[in-house]
């Protein structure tokens, strides 16, 4: 039987004891001390997962003032997202517990900026201003206005602009001839049919009766002819897409919202989608 002897840096248990005997601390009696502070130890799996979370590519590798070790940069965003947010709900429980406070900040702003609440607009009608000859020229020309220019402002509404241009220091002749035009461009008026050209719109209403109708020069034409009222006619076409009714020659008709053409200097006048014919002549059918 043969034997193995192992030569090395290994000690015998005596020279253990006597080195760990140099390290032991003792007291004044002699006696060892024994430190009762308890060790804490990391578990396995805790060991592995710092193992893992420190081998991430993106992990830290140390710690410092503005990264925490161990951690990826997505982790530490969540982290200070996260307190940031509990941060704001403390503060909003805690502002919301101060009873009345926007309302003294509402009055702090305004003692600070030195608004107050503006005085009420005092509305006067104008005709009040007027001497008693004023009054009565201006109350005539409005009757006159809105009887030469229907479906506008009404006769009340005619008389205070009249009355305000008067106020102004305008002579009535002349606040009348604004006036009418004004109400001539006012959106469903009757324009009467000579006034057509020099009404600043684009699109016009007039009330006539239909004098002459064409052959259509295109399939795109539905009809194609003349309206005339006391002040005068004009050439009206109506497009075959604009769905309109057709009129025949002697009806009288009100042409809503017709567009306005120009062709070499001439006026006319077109009914597209938009447009609307009426009959004012015929009677509605509860009354017949």
């Not at 005709?127 to 000859?133: F, S, Y």
């Not at 305008?170 to 008026?189: C, H, I, N, R």
């Not at 014919?277 to 009677?283: C, H, K, Q, T």
């Amino acid at each position: 039987m043969s034997s193995k002897n192992v030569f090395g840096n290994e000690v015998s248990v005596d020279e253990q004891a006597f080195e760990k005997h140099d390290d032991v601390e003792v007291d004044e009696d002699g006696f060892e001390v024994v430190d009762e502070t308890p060790e804490f130890r990391a578990t396995v799996d805790m060991e592995v997962q710092a193992k893992v979370d420190s081998n991430h590519p993106d992990a830290r590798v140390e710690e410092g003032p503005d990264h925490l070790f161990g951690k990826t940069l997505e982790q530490e965003e969540r982290i200070e997202a996260r307190e940031a947010e509990l941060e704001h709900i403390s503060a909003q429980a805690e502002l919301s517990q101060q009873e009345g406070r926007a309302k003294r900040t509402r009055e702090v702003v305004v003692e600070q900026c030195g608004r107050d609440e503006p005085e009420p607009v005092e509305r006067t009608d104008p005709r009040e201003k007027l001497t008693q000859k004023e009054l009565a020229a201006v109350n005539k020309q409005a009757m006159r206005i809105n009887d030469e220019v229907q479906g506008g402002w009404s006769r009340a509404v005619v008389a205070k602009q009249l009355a305000e241009k008067v106020q102004r220091g305008q002579d009535v002749t002349k606040a009348v001839l604004e006036t009418l035009e004004e109400q001539k461009a006012v959106p469903g008026a009757i324009v009467p049919i000579a006034d057509v050209p020099d009404v600043p719109v684009g699109e016009v209403t007039v009330e006539g009766t239909i004098e002459t109708l064409w052959e259509p020069s295109s399939t795109s034409i539905q009809q194609v002819g003349l309206i005339a009222d006391d002040s005068g006619k004009i050439k009206f076409t109506c497009w075959e897409k604009s769905g309109q009714t057709v009129v025949r020659e002697g009806q009288t008709v009100r042409f809503r919202a017709a567009a306005k053409n120009w062709y070499e200097g001439r006026c006319s006048i077109a009914l597209t989608g938009w447009s609307r014919i009426e009959f004012p002549e015929r009677g509605r059918w509860w009354e017949e």
